[in-house]
């Protein structure tokens, strides 16, 4: 193993040792507290521009699964078509891995698809100095190669339009004859959004994170996560404005549902007159609890995001949904007459948690049949 350096942009250098594509290479650096889930984590292109940390200290020792597609073109273990993260940190890379289902090392998994992995880390120390200072930029270097140059700030970019489709692509629902369909605006999402969609029944139109969607014919509304600063997603929101200002009727006079998850909470709220804040180092784990909000009901959530919702800045007719009981920031709002409602976390939960998967049936439900 050829030796690699972590340098924070404070001048911190963490030395270890390269597992994965040796190339230079820079980004936000974050942690994920998750002790499962890799494939679907480096996958998940909501870690587009981010060098993914890992505080679980063994990793890589269940390998990683085939990488096949289904016939409606969704991958069948991955959250997406290739790795989105820009490169993986550990303490322990296993070099043997044993399960029923894996194919290949994450090590020949990440070199094919040139992304770096460096272990040896202490994940520990680098975990407590993200937490203090908050998330920081970094950059891998190698022993004998020129260091990757310094990127734009992670903020300022727009890594939505980078991971979107850039067509409207069309996905029939599982086992059902169903006629309603759903406008999935894809900033980013996850394949288990859409498999959660289609097997309840409905058919999925997924569109590009600036199409103006409210040009076609569809009974609900779904907003997808996705990477970065929800700022930078002005079309978006200014989109989803002009479908609330009409109270998302459509011309029987029928509102239709509108739910949100991750980013399209952020984007459901920014559309409803909140703004945004970056939190000092995000929610990435399996373990984040959330309260209902209005009642004692707790649930154990899968999240992903570096930013939140201000909810002292929403307007009267919204109210939220979900606290978060860690810190008390917004996991989720809802509108206080239409069936418009959205959750920061992932009820989808791939990989993790699927205590909160109920929310797909509740949208689902308020389509009229």
């Keep these: 193993m050829k030796k690699a350096t972590l340098v924070l942009q404070d001048g911190t250098e963490l030395v270890g040792n390269s597992f994965g594509y040796e190339q230079p290479v820079s980004g936000e650096v974050v942690f994920s507290t998750a002790m499962t889930g890799y494939p679907e984590s480096l996958t998940d292109p909501s870690f ?25 073109g969704i991958p069948t273990f991955m959250e997406s078509d290739r790795i989105y993260a820009a490169a993986l940190i550990v303490s322990d890379y296993c070099e043997k891995y044993s399960h029923w289902n894996a194919c290949e090392s994450l090590a020949d998994w990440l070199k094919r698809e040139k992304i770096p992995g460096i272990t040896g880390i202490d994940t520990r120390e680098l975990t407590k100095k993200l937490r203090e200072h908050g998330v920081m930029m970094g950059r891998i270097v190698f022993d004998g190669m020129e260091s990757a140059e310094d990127v734009e700030k992670y903020d300022e970019i727009n890594y939505v339009d980078r991971v979107s489709c850039k067509e409207v692509i069309h996905y029939s629902a599982v086992n059902s004859s169903s006629s ?27 569109v590009p994170w600036d199409f103006d969607f409210n040009s076609l014919d569809f009974d609900a509304l779904f907003l997808a996560n996705g990477p970065g600063n929800p700022d930078v997603c002005k079309v978006t929101v200014d989109n989803i404005r002009r479908f609330m200002e009409t109270e998302g009727r459509k011309p029987s006079g029928e509102i239709r549902p509108v739910m949100g998850i991750c980013m399209g909470n952020q984007l459901l709220s920014k559309a409803a007159g909140a703004t945004i804040y970056k939190l000092k180092y995000g929610h990435r784990s399996h373990n984040q609890p959330v309260r209902m909000v209005g009642t004692d009901t707790c649930f154990v959530t899968s999240q992903n995001h570096g930013f939140a919702v201000d909810t002292k800045t929403l307007s009267e007719e919204w109210e939220p949904l979900f606290v978060n009981m860690n810190d008390g920031s917004n996991e989720g709002i809802r509108h206080k007459t239409f069936p418009w409602f959205s959750a ?8 993790g948690p699927v205590d909160t998967e109920f929310l797909f049936d509740k949208f ?6």
């Design 48 to 72: 587009a521009g981010q060098m993914l940390a890992l505080t679980y200290p063994l990793v890589g020792n269940y390998g990683v699964p085939p990488f096949s597609v289904e016939p409606n």
């Design 180 to 206: 309603k369909n759903v406008v999935l605006v894809d900033c980013g999402v996850k394949a288990n959004i859409i498999r959660c969609l289609l097997d309840r029944g409905v058919n999925v139109t997924r």
């Design 344 to 351: 920061q976390f992932h009820p989808e939960a791939c990989s």
């Design 364 to 369: 689902v439900s308020l389509l009229k049949v």
